[in-house]
């Protein structure tokens, strides 16, 4: 008797050489973006994480960083939260469980984490919002709740338990959201997973949004959280009727030139809302092009972490030109977004709110490049240079020397064997050069061990006195 055929949908594979998500994309944007979970095993084969603990920790010590920090008492069943920047006698004074950290945008500050970001080249890029990195010590967790966007969830280091409610997708069965009123992070009420897994190192879940989901350390831990931009209706109304009332002709107005003797004279009758239904459709943007560049600078700007300023005089056009021959690059800011868009004449280039008129191709590289060398600057058009050379005058795109090596850079390569975060900026300042392994003069230690957590901070006197969402 032949084997009966199981009706469940899939919801966990295994990766395989040359296909990361166990499939091909096009079979998991059909199947399962925003429709059902899935587990992906091995998604990143023998993978090591570019961020340690003690490095997460360093940086949520920074100006400009977002991070919170979360503790639950399982005791009582309350919950903690506090922000950072932290000071640098907080990690010491935590348990060796029930306890999380959460860092936003680390691949804005790491190199090697904005990395991993091409491997979801299968996405939209201007749909990703940031990588969130969470260190959770043993039993550490932020409870169970919902996103209101797509997220893949990487399990870096150590293991994390997963437990979801995927009755919807998979039983079309809505599970209650409601939310507890007594804490201030939106825990469910009720939570009834229907799939328990344990992820290891390289392990990924994808989770639509408003899948319930609930992440317990089993170890200390470090998950990556990639989690993709999703304004609401309400937000993209807001500012696209800002644009329209900024652009409105006062010339188009209610009009009634057809105007009857009404039946009754204080009624607002049926044809009078259908006039007003026309002065509205008057204003609406019915031009693809002007609505197209009115979302584009909308997305590269939503949920911005940091504003884009140049940190010095831009250089010169023939500076430029001499500087890349010599072997020097052009380096993109990294809050800088860009997105482009086909325009009725050639493209639109977005740049965090801008827009520019551009050759396809040129709208195309600029939008694609981290880095341009000197070739890629004379493949663009003499229009595709001259709004380069505006993004270079606001700090959007700036020369670095490739090879440079720093004074720090060789001192941490004698003292430690991994990868440390970059000197933190403030995030509208220009970075001077996107490598991980420059070490600001302030180290923060995490050591973790198998009896807790040892922090080990030095300050000088002076940086003292200078010094004044939610995934899992």
């Not at 969130?132 to 150590?158: K, R």
């Not at 740049?351 to 070739?375: I, M, Y």
Request: hydrophobic letters at 40%.
């Amino acid at each position: 008797m032949a084997a009966r055929k199981s009706s469940a949908p899939l919801i966990e594979v295994t990766a395989r050489p040359g296909k990361p998500l166990g499939m091909a994309p096009a079979t998991f944007l059909r199947d399962f973006w925003q429709k059902r979970p899935l587990l992906i095993r091995n998604a990143f084969a023998d993978f090591q994480t570019p961020v340690q603990p003690e490095d997460l920790a360093g940086l949520a010590c920074e100006e400009g960083v977002l991070a919170r920090l979360i503790q639950h008492d399982k005791a009582q069943d309350s919950w903690r939260v506090r922000s950072g920047p932290f000071q640098e006698d907080v990690f010491p004074a935590l348990p060796d469980h029930d306890w999380t950290l959460l860092v936003q945008d680390v691949d804005k500050w790491d190199k090697d984490v904005r990395a991993l970001i091409e491997h979801f080249s299968f996405l939209p890029r201007w749909r990703m919002d940031d990588v969130m990195i969470s260190f959770a010590a043993t039993g550490g967790s932020v409870g169970a709740h919902v996103d209101q966007y797509d997220v893949f969830l990487l399990q870096a280091h150590g293991h994390r338990r997963w437990q979801i409610d995927a009755s919807e997708s998979i039983e079309g069965k809505r599970p209650p959201l409601g939310f507890r009123p007594d804490v201030e992070l939106k825990l469910l009420q009720v939570f009834k997973p229907t799939h328990d897994w344990v992820l290891a190192p390289g392990d990924m879940l994808y989770l639509p949004p408003n899948v319930p989901h609930h992440g317990v350390a089993e170890d200390p831990c470090l998950t990556f959280s990639f989690g993709m931009r999703a304004p609401s209706s309400a937000e993209l109304i807001s500012d696209y009727l800002d644009t329209l009332i900024a652009d409105a002709d006062e010339n188009i107005r209610y009009q009634d030139a057809d105007l009857k003797v009404p039946a009754d004279p204080n009624e607002i009758d049926t044809v009078a809302m259908a006039r007003v239904i026309t002065a509205l459709n008057a204003i609406r943007m019915n031009d693809p092009d002007k609505l197209g560049d009115w979302f584009g600078r909308f997305i590269t700007t939503y949920r911005a972490a940091g504003e884009v300023m140049a940190h010095q005089a831009a250089p010169a056009p023939e500076e430029v030109v001499q500087a890349l021959a010599s072997g020097l690059l052009l380096q993109r800011h990294p809050w800088a977004r860009l997105a482009w868009r086909r325009a009725k004449r050639g493209a639109s280039l977005y740049v965090s709110g801008q827009d520019f008129a551009l050759p396809v191709k040129d709208a195309q590289r600029l939008a694609g490049a981290e880095q341009l060398d000197a070739a890629t600057y004379r493949g663009l058009s003499d229009k595709g240079r001259a709004v380069l050379q505006q993004l270079l005058v606001g700090g959007v795109f700036q020369l670095i020397d490739p090879n440079e090596v720093y004074a720090d850079e060789e001192e941490d390569e004698e003292a430690d064997d991994h990868d440390v975060l970059g000197e933190v900026v403030e995030g509208h300042d220009q970075v001077a050069e996107l490598d991980d392994e420059v070490v600001s003069d302030d180290v923060h230690t995490v050591t973790v061990h198998d009896d807790g957590i040892e922090v080990i901070v030095n300050f000088d006197d002076h940086d003292e006195d200078d010094s004044n969402d939610g995934r899992a």
